[in-house]
C-alpha cells in the first residue's frame, strides 16, 4: 500500500485528495534532534539528483501529462518547485536575518500558467534546485542550534520556526515529488 492510501495494483483510480496530497499533508513531527537535522539538510543537498532521476527519462508528450484531472502538468511541477525553493530560501535566510520578518506569499497559480513553465526546458529548473539546494545545505550546516529557532511569519500559514521551515521545505519536495511517481506508476511509464 501507497503512502496517501491507495494501491497501484488496485483497479480503482485514487480519489483527486489522494492524488494531489499522495503523502498527506503536512505534519510538523516536532523539535528535532541534531541527527534528524542533519538528515534533512542531507536530504536538500541530494534534492535535485532524487527529481533528475524521476523526471529526466520522460518524453515530452510525458512531462505535459497533468499528474492529476486539473492538476499541472509534469513539466509545470519541475518549474514550480525552483521557484517555490528559492521562494522558500529567502525567507528562510530572512527569519535568520530580522527580527520575526512578515513574508508575503506569491500566487503561485497564475506562476504557472507563464511562458516559462511552458516553453523552457526542465533541465534548466533541475540546474537551478542544484545549485540552491547545495548552497542552502551549506548554509544550514554554519547555523548554531539556536538559530534554528529563530522565525519570520508567513502571511497563510502563521509564526514558523526556522526549523519548522526546514521540515515545511522538505515535505513540500517530497509531495510534489509523489505525484510525479504515482503519476509514472499509475501510467507505466
Do not use: C
Request: aromatic letters at 8%; hydrophobic letters at 35%.
Amino acid at each position: 500500500m501507497q503512502k496517501g492510501g491507495w494501491s497501484p495494483v488496485n483497479s480503482n483510480l485514487p480519489n483527486i485528495e489522494q492524488l494531489r496530497y499522495p503523502i498527506g499533508p503536512f505534519v510538523s513531527p516536532g523539535q528535532p534532534t541534531s541527527a534528524q537535522r542533519k538528515e534533512s539538510i542531507d536530504e536538500i543537498r541530494n534534492m535535485a539528483q532524487v527529481w533528475r532521476a524521476a523526471v529526466l527519462p520522460l518524453t515530452l508528450e510525458q512531462l505535459n501529462t497533468p499528474y492529476r484531472p486539473g492538476g499541472w502538468n509534469v513539466k509545470q511541477v519541475v518549474h514550480h518547485l525552483a521557484d517555490n525553493n528559492m521562494n522558500a530560501y529567502l525567507r528562510f535566510k530572512r527569519g535568520l536575518t530580522e527580527e520575526a520578518p512578515e513574508i508575503p506569499s506569491y500566487r503561485e497559480e497564475l506562476w504557472a500558467e507563464l511562458s516559462d513553465y511552458h516553453e523552457e526546458p526542465i533541465e534548466t529548473s533541475l540546474a537551478l534546485l542544484d545549485s540552491l539546494n547545495r548552497r542552502f545545505a551549506g548554509l544550514l550546516v554554519s547555523l548554531e542550534e539556536e538559530q534554528f529557532n529563530r522565525t519570520f511569519i508567513s502571511l497563510m500559514l502563521g509564526t514558523m520556526t526556522l526549523d519548522t521551515a526546514i521540515q515545511r521545505y522538505n515535505w513540500h519536495n517530497r509531495h510534489h515529488l509523489a505525484q510525479i511517481t504515482s503519476l509514472i506508476e499509475r501510467s507505466g511509464w
